[in-house]
């Protein structure tokens, strides 16, 4: 007996402030404009996308000591354009990166419980804990914790959002006019919770919402990063999108559900991936070519640079050799606003050596080459027996597509790939459930 193929699941992320965003391009559009987010999400709709998603960044990134300006900078609350789009929407699943340590568990289960009311059943919460104490300065008593501690405030914060979500039961508004009674019972929304980073108590204002739970997203690669996913997520934000790196990160995620008593295909992996789309291969290796340039100015070159050797370079020619010294070993990192980058920064200097020197780079041709690349090039049918295989082969459940434009970079996508997927029998080809935890085959909670 053959199995059924597994089911592809796609999500769209309208792109964030980093390098893989192209504003420069003319037909990149704003990055802020209502406009730009319903576009784009009406065509991972049109695409029957399981869900949109939104990154956040809680402060802008400096490095040298100045905003760091040649990325798109700034963006708006994620939960606010959500909130937005679930007007323009019917089925598409809303996500967005909310961060569980500067925020409160009472203020984030309304606000998403909130969200799921508003869009029929579609709310999902990408649940992240900060890269750094810079970003902490933002908010009330400094916010920023340990890495250890931030996993357990994370698991507190949604272990609490969970126990309001399931103060009301369904059913629980009944509205019935001849008894005069709003609700079945008389004190609904009641909760306590005390433990050791949340101590509140009182009643939850928002009844059941459509989900019960939106849906819990988890991106952090950690350790204690994975097991929070394998405990307590319905999907993750990775950033393993070969085939190789997939597997093994897939088999070692969903390798550790049992000790919490969950089936594998209770948890989704969804890999980060770029694309770029062609008429033949050749077409789209050129179409690549000319995106990594876009994105690796000389400029951006230099900075990136800054970012393993840790040291203002702005002196070196972007066509120029790699510097002639080490990289600095300093705690004190000179970007601001996001993680240190490399584990060993002396190795990973040795590696870029080696790949100048073979290939005979100057600085801007070596960060093309080795950071940041496309995930899938190729033509529409390439790309989508690739997807196909990658899936069936357990390197992933689906992919979070990051295209390089907005709003317009995921139509190709839409228009040639999907359909290539669904001929192939992998992806819907009409949306058959209304919630998002039913689009990616979700029991209910
Ligand atoms: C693919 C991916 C996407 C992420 N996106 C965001 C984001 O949008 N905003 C944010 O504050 N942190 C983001 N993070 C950071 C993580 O949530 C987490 O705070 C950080 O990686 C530290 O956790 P770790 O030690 O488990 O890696 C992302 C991480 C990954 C792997």
Redesign the pocket.
């Known amino acids: 007996m053959t199995h059924p193929k597994k089911q592809v699941i796609l999500a769209a992320h309208f792109p ?1 402030v980093n390098n893989t965003t192209v504003w420069s391009d003319p037909a990149a559009g704003s990055q802020i404009a209502f406009d730009s987010f319903r576009r784009f999400a009406q065509s991972a709709e049109r695409g029957k996308f399981d869900f949109f998603f939104l ?4 402060r802008l990134r400096e490095q040298r000591g100045r905003i760091h300006d040649l990325d798109v900078v700034g963006r708006p609350d994620a939960l606010t354009v959500l909130a937005g789009l679930a007007a323009v929407t019917t089925h598409l699943g809303l996500t967005g ?1 909310v ?1 569980a340590t500067f925020n409160e568990p009472y203020e984030l289960a309304r606000k998403l419980a909130s969200l799921d009311h508003l869009s029929g059943g579609r709310a999902g919460w ?1 649940v ?4 750094d104490a810079f970003t902490g300065e933002n908010f009330r008593r400094g916010g920023y914790l340990d ?1 250890a501690d931030r996993y357990t405030r994370a698991a507190e914060v949604l272990h609490t959002a969970r126990e309001l979500w399931d103060t009301w039961p369904s059913g629980e508004v009944v509205a019935d006019r001849e008894a005069g009674r709003f609700t079945r019972t008389a004190d609904p929304g009641e909760f306590v919770h005390s433990g050791q980073h949340v101590d509140i108590r009182g009643h939850f204002t928002v009844p059941r919402s459509p989900q019960g739970r939106p849906l819990i997203i988890q ?4 350790d ?2 994975r097991e929070f996913a394998a405990r307590d997520a319905d999907a993750i ?3 393993h999108g070969t085939l190789e790196s997939g597997k093994a990160f897939y088999a070692d995620v969903k390798g550790r559900m049992a000790r919490h008593g969950r089936r594998p295909d209770e948890l989704k992996i969804l890999p ?1 991936s770029t694309f770029v789309l062609g008429s033949s291969l050749a077409d789209a290796a050129e179409r690549a070519h000319h995106i990594r340039r876009q994105q690796v100015s000389p400029q951006t070159a230099i900075l990136l640079l800054e970012q393993l050797w840790n040291k203002d370079l702005s002196d070196h020619d972007p066509d120029g050799p790699l510097p002639a010294f080490d990289p600095v070993l300093d705690d004190d990192s000179i970007i601001k606003g996001r ?1 240190r980058l490399f584990d060993d920064p002396l190795a990973t200097a040795r590696q870029w050596r080696a790949t100048a020197e073979e290939q005979g780079l100057g600085i801007r041709d070596l960060i093309i080459e080795v950071t940041g690349r496309q995930t899938f090039i190729g033509t529409p049918s390439t790309v989508a027996a690739t997807i196909d295989e990658f899936v069936q082969a357990d390197a992933a459940d689906g992919f979070i597509l990051v295209p390089h434009l907005v709003p317009g970079g995921l139509d190709e996508f839409v228009d040639g790939v999907v359909p290539l997927l669904q001929e192939r029998g992998v992806f819907r080809t009409e949306y058959t459930t209304t919630t998002l935890r039913g689009h990616l085959g979700l029991d209910d909670v």
Request: charged fraction near 15%; charge should be neutral.
């Open positions: 964030g990154a956040e960044g809680l990166t961060n990408n992240v804990t900060s890269y890495r991106a952090g690669d950690s204690p990063g934000f990775s950033r980060a993680t």
